[in-house]
């Protein structure tokens, strides 16, 4: 039985279901997290009290809106694996019945990818970038840290990392569906290593090039580990006459509009 086109309505209804059992996930993580703020706010804090730094609180509300900042931030590293599943899932009516099953791989590569980025920044980059920055006062003044402002500090520098190590579970995804190809890759590595220069400068907290290439080493690493995934992943077969008459997965996702 051949795949059939799905209506916009139907669409934004599948849309719709994916969001909200996302949402349903990322609530649930996030208030056992809340139950485990004391234990959650020592490990965020270690890049911090290595050093022998103290933070503080300069507002009524500054503990209780950090709790809830960070249990919803761990609460969305809890519920990954729902989130992905959810992500992929909305993708299953552009493909073909031969390339679903390739979510069975794609999303616990992506949860994977994903908290190896989130755990390389945390405890590779991070206390390296604090150290550097508190270190800018000079000896005769003292920081005093925030902790609001240092929890928003290191979510913010945490979500590249782990968007960046996705790279690899993207281009097996469409090298797979015949959208991207190893030779396309390889003769834009120029371009890659300028764009990852360019950005490295630009994300990491520090001005110093050992922080720079800290995050732009792995990065490269990372576009390197796609070009050989590229490389040796074959597209799916595909039937001419189907895709003549607009299936798959390229066709596939503006048949549902």
């Not at 019945?97 to 920044?121: A, K, Q, T, Y």
């Not at 990491?204 to 800290?214: A, E, H, K, W």
Request: hydrophobic share 60%; glycine share 6%.
């Amino acid at each position: 039985m051949e795949d059939k086109p799905i209506p916009l309505l139907k669409h934004l209804e599948v849309l719709r279901r994916v969001l909200l059992v996302s949402l349903v996930a990322v609530a649930a993580c996030s208030l056992v997290a809340y139950f485990y703020y004391d234990y959650l706010l020592a490990i965020f804090l270690r890049p911090v009290t290595q050093w022998h730094y103290q933070l503080v609180f300069i507002g009524v509300t500054e503990a209780f809106l950090t709790r809830l900042r960070l249990s919803f931030f761990s609460g969305v590293l809890l519920a990954l694996p729902v989130i992905f599943w959810q992500a992929w899932k909305f993708l299953l009516p552009a493909l073909k019945r031969n390339e679903r099953r390739l979510l069975l791989l794609l999303v616990p590569l992506s949860v994977l990818f994903f908290l190896l980025g989130v755990c390389f920044g945390f405890f590779a980059v991070l206390p390296a970038g604090v150290k550097v920055l508190l270190a800018m006062g000079g000896p005769s003044i003292a920081p005093m840290i925030s902790l609001g402002n240092y929890i928003s500090f290191v979510i913010k520098f945490l979500l590249p990392f782990g968007l960046i190590f996705e790279t690899p579970v993207v281009v097996l995804f469409l090298a797979r569906a015949g959208l991207i190809t190893h030779s396309y890759l390889a003769r834009r590595r120029k371009y890659a290593v300028l764009i990852i220069a360019v950005a490295s400068a630009a994300l990491t907290p520090s001005p110093d090039v050992f922080t720079q290439l800290m995050l732009g080493l792995p990065t490269y690493l990372v576009f390197e580990l796609s070009v050989l995934i590229a490389r040796f992943v074959r597209p799916a077969p595909v039937d001419l006459a189907a895709r003549r008459e607009g299936s798959g997965f390229a066709s596939g996702i503006w048949s549902q509009t």
